[in-house]
Nanobody, 115 residues
Framework: QVQLVESGGGLVQPGGSLRLSCAASGTIFRLSDMHWYRQAPGKERELVAGITSGGHTNYIDSVKGRFTISRDNGKNTVYLQMNGLKPEDTAVYYC?????????WGQGIQVTVSS
């Protein structure tokens, strides 16, 4: 069993920054691909950023140049550094771990960008 716990969300003004963290239990973290998803009110959940076990990253076009995903295998933690935040980034952000055919989800953490 794997548990994912997100932290670092909150309320920030447009143009501000937040750093989300997702700490994973278990021993499979370093072998897994990690992702951040988000779901805004009334909208479908979307993939925001991903990082493979080897460190390759990818991003949805709307966050390229603003968000950075990274991982620390020694701490079993994946991060999402969010800079230049916009109101349209407001959503519940979910950490996701994927290994082979198995996925695990965090509980979600609120990010609100508003003046």
């Amino acid at each position: 069993q794997v548990q994912l716990v997100e932290s670092g969300g909150g309320l920030v003004q447009p143009g501000g920054s937040l750093r989300l963290s997702c700490a994973a239990s278990g021993t499979i973290f370093r072998l897994s691909d990690m992702h951040w998803y988000r779901q805004a009110p009334g909208k479908e959940r979307e993939l925001v950023a991903g990082i493979t076990s080897g460190g390759h990253t990818n991003y949805i076009d709307s966050v390229k140049g603003r968000f950075t995903i990274s991982r620390d295998n020694g701490k079993n933690t994946v991060y999402l550094q969010m800079n230049g935040l916009k109101p349209e980034d407001t959503a519940v952000y979910y950490c996701n771990l994927h290994l082979r055919i198995t996925t695990y989800w965090g509980q979600g953490i609120q990010v609100t960008v508003s003046s």
